[in-house]
């Protein structure tokens, strides 16, 4: 038997390297390109499901805030134009609001509730109104500020009408503006039922 020349043996070997090499990179290391793939996609996978709770998670918060912001709200409104007239309140925050502007009132009669004037389209208001007649004395300055505080109240009210009238000074009493006017406190419209008729 002939013995392989040295050049075929290392043709041979170079071969058999070869064969090895290719076994090695198709049975380790290509499995391990192909995990890292797929592991790669199972990120990328995650990402994709991260950034979509997220998104999900802010518009569920965003959510939760305008439905706080909306409770907030209807909570004013409700104070605003409450859906029973709570006349007693009315007539103490009236009171605080003459002490405050500087003003006496005299007098306030609570008429009955009557529905608000129809919108312009012809539909009806979903509000009543609850006319108070009052009188009060005080300066020209503190008689206008008695007005401004009524329509910035919390609660639903404004002047309508108010007359004036100068009193000149007398040797016991100063100049002084007599006035009377009417008030209205809003009311939802659910709450159509007759108010006291005069306190």
């Given at each position: 038997m002939n013995r392989l020349s040295a050049q075929m043996q290392m043709y041979i070997a170079i071969g058999v390297i070869a064969v090895l090499t290719i076994a090695f990179v198709v049975l380790?290391?290509?499995?391990?390109?192909?995990?890292?793939?797929?592991?790669?996609?199972?990120?990328a996978t995650a990402q994709t499901e991260l950034q979509t709770a997220?998104?999900?998670?802010?518009?569920?918060?965003?959510?939760?805030?305008?439905?706080?912001?909306?409770?907030?709200?209807?909570m004013q409104i409700a104070n605003q134009v409450p859906?029973?007239?709570?006349?007693?309140s009315v007539i103490i925050e009236l009171q605080d609001v003459a002490n405050a502007a500087g003003v006496e009132l005299s007098t306030i009669s609570v008429g009955d509730i009557s529905a608000a004037p129809v919108a312009e389209d012809g539909s009806s208001?979903?509000?009543?109104?609850?006319?108070?007649t009052v009188g009060c004395t005080g300066q020209w300055a503190d008689v206008i500020d008695f007005c401004r505080r009524v329509n910035n109240l919390d609660r639903g009210t404004r002047v309508t009408v108010m007359?004036?009238?100068?009193?000149?000074?007398?040797?016991?009493?100063?100049?002084?503006?007599?006035?009377?006017?009417?008030?209205?406190?809003?009311?939802?419209?659910a709450a159509s039922t007759e108010a006291p008729a005069a306190q």
């Open positions: 380790a290391i290509l499995p391990k390109f192909q995990q890292a793939s797929a592991v790669d996609t199972e990120i997220q998104a999900l998670l802010a518009r569920r918060q965003s959510v939760k805030a305008q439905a706080a912001a909306n409770e907030v709200e209807l859906d029973s007239p709570q006349l007693p208001q979903a509000y009543d109104v609850v006319e108070l007359t004036f009238t100068y009193v000149p000074e007398t040797d016991d009493v100063d100049a002084y503006i007599d006035v009377s006017g009417t008030i209205e406190v809003y009311v939802m419209a």
